[in-house]
């Protein structure tokens, strides 16, 4: 199919022009016209343009782009990842906290699915916009039955903090950076919060509030909507889709 296409459906459903971000979203890059392969990944950087590559990709579809903040200059290690989409004609298209948000193929949406639990609200404004889905479980679950069921769903777990209710019923859902987040969810009345890394400041607000915290990891935690998305992408158009799993351990 032809790019432009591809990148009108895209920032349609994503509503990338109404949510405001760090940087600028959407096609980060623009390359070839046509796009027969997507490869999916967390992140946009060298190991991971040099595997999109390698399988053959006309674009390349992540949760973190490469531009954030500011101008940057195209210099240095930057340099070098900016020259390397251009010179292999690779499209670059970034979804950060649109995939976050997205009610269907957004990360906390995909997680909840995972999970077995149903999302009935949101919550954990970034920006304007609520990221974090407020789940329920249709039947009370242990938080071991929860944490088992995100690594059989998802994958590793980092870090578990068992200081809440045995029985799980309300779980507050936040991929990525959201330990700071722990007392909103508290506030809410969730059994457990599931996020992706926390921090040496964060680490005893479990124990404070009382809450089952999970710790999936950022990356872990964000795997799963570009994924979602790809596969929409696949089903929808015939385009040939490929996620590439590169963790960062973090």
Not at 23 to 38: F, N, S
Not at 56 to 74: E, R, S, T, Y
Not at 218 to 232: F, K, P, R, S
Request: overall charge negative.
């Amino acid at each position: 199919m032809q790019r432009n296409e591809l990148v009108q459906f895209l920032d349609e459903y994503l509503k990338i022009p109404e949510i405001k971000d760090y940087g600028p979203q959407g096609l980060q890059i623009e390359g070839r016209a046509e796009i027969l392969k997507i490869i999916g990944a967390v992140d946009a950087h060298l190991p991971v343009v040099e595997t999109a590559l390698a399988r053959g990709a006309d674009m390349l579809l992540v949760h973190h782009g490469i531009f954030w903040g500011g101008p940057q200059k195209i210099s240095g290690g930057f340099g070098r990842l900016v020259r390397t989409y251009i010179q292999a004609d690779l499209n670059l298209y970034a979804a950060h906290l649109a995939l976050d948000a997205h009610p269907e193929v957004g990360n906390n949406a995909q997680l909840a699915r995972r999970l077995g639990l149903n999302v009935t609200s949101w919550w954990g404004k970034v920006n304007g916009v609520p990221l974090a889905a407020l789940a329920e479980s249709p039947e009370p679950i242990t938080f071991e039955e929860l944490t088992n069921r995100y690594r059989e769903a998802v994958g590793d777990v980092k870090l578990v903090l068992a200081h809440g209710p045995q029985q799980i019923r309300r779980v507050g859902i936040l991929s990525g950076s959201g330990a700071r987040q722990i007392e909103e969810a508290a506030a809410l009345g969730c059994d457990a919060f599931i996020t992706g890394e926390t921090s040496h400041a964060q680490f005893y607000d479990a124990f404070n509030y009382g809450m089952n915290v999970l710790y999936g990891g950022h990356y872990g935690t964000e795997t799963v909507g570009v994924q979602a998305l790809g596969q929409l992408i696949a089903d929808k158009f015939g385009v040939e889709f490929e996620f590439v799993d590169i963790p960062t351990g973090i």
